[in-house]
């Protein structure tokens, strides 16, 4: 088993990764928030 050293390990997949998943999280508040102003308007 390899010893672990602190900061050596490449984390670009995972940073790109949680980047894509922030950005798509953002639009789809956005798109609900969109959809329930939507219903407040409209639906009332």
Known sequence: M???K???MD???QE???DGFMAWT?????VIL???IWMA???T
Do not use: L, R
């Open 26 to 30: 953002k639009w789809a508040v956005i």
């Open 11 to 13: 984390t670009s997949v």
């Open 2 to 4: 390899a010893d672990h």
């Open 41 to 43: 308007i409209f639906i």
């Open 34 to 36: 969109g959809i329930i």
């Open 16 to 18: 790109k990764t949680f």
């Open 6 to 8: 602190h900061g050596e």
